[in-house]
């Protein structure tokens, strides 16, 4: 298994996964072009795609959806509750709906249903390998056993809750990022490593950075206050517009 964070953040997010020989996208906030550009910094043609997983329709997670499936015509993997958002900026489009567990091209994806200010949004469990969630207000502990000793967990770790408190963002968003539909913070998410990780992790990569409210120091901070980091071979704070490097369990 390889993958790699194309794009991180509330500007476009996107991250590649192959298993053996199936390769696939988590999501496509970013440009067409700007995908092309980064599959191909990694040898991958992006006609070899063949499929796009959707965690929730937010626009910095479905925008460059139009272009990319115009030109490449993937199927798209979403929940019944997701098609009309989709259909209003695709049309008529091919998709699959998910399931609690589903096998494609006999890659696993079991589905963990996360909370955000969207009707449904979701992360997986890829595997049994990598942990991929982002844009949630929490972690239910019903998916704890499941997703415990994963070798790659991919996680969002949003916000200081201090430079929050403190920024500019306006009162009512403040409450909405700080809320169980919202984001989780620097500290919530480490907390749910320092809980998760086992002798078979090996990579922690952090996500979705708020560039207001957070910064790549506060965030290797508040995580290594609550791991060891000899426990994980690595770990890797993501960047909107840099791809992360290519990692391989």
């Not at 992006?46 to 997983?53: E, F, Q, W």
């Not at 969002?156 to 990022?177: A, C, F, T, W």
Request: charged share 25%; net charge negative; hydrophobic share 35%.
């Amino acid at each position: 298994m390889k993958t790699t964070i194309l794009a991180s953040g509330s500007k476009g997010n996107s991250t590649f996964v192959e298993v053996d020989n199936h390769r696939f996208l988590i999501d496509l906030g970013v440009s067409c072009r700007y995908i092309e550009k980064k599959l191909k910094e990694i040898n991958i043609e992006p006609k070899s795609i063949k499929n796009i997983l959707i965690t929730h329709t937010h626009n910095d997670h479905i925008c460059g959806l139009p272009s990319f499936y115009k030109k490449y015509q993937p199927t798209i993997y979403i929940l019944p509750s997701m098609l009309k958002d989709l259909k209003l900026i695709l049309g008529d489009f091919k998709y699959e709906f998910f399931s609690e567990s589903n096998i494609i091209d006999e890659t696993l994806i079991e589905i963990i249903k996360t909370s955000h200010d969207k009707e449904e949004s979701i992360g997986f469990l890829i595997n049994n390998k990598l942990v991929y969630i982002t844009d949630t207000g929490y972690i239910n502990k019903k998916y704890f056993n499941l997703i415990k000793n994963k070798e790659i967990y991919i996680l969002e770790s949003n916000h200081d809750v201090e430079m929050l408190l403190n920024g500019k963002y306006y009162y009512h968003l403040k409450q909405r990022i700080l809320s169980d539909k919202g984001h989780l913070s620097n500290k919530v998410a480490s907390q749910y490593l320092s809980k998760l990780i086992g002798e078979q992790t090996k990579y922690i990569i952090l996500v979705h950075l708020s560039e207001e409210n957070n910064t790549e120091e506060r965030v290797l901070e508040t995580l290594l206050s609550h791991i060891d980091k000899n426990n994980v071979e690595k770990i890797i704070v993501a960047e909107q517009y840099d791809r992360t490097e290519l990692v391989e369990v």
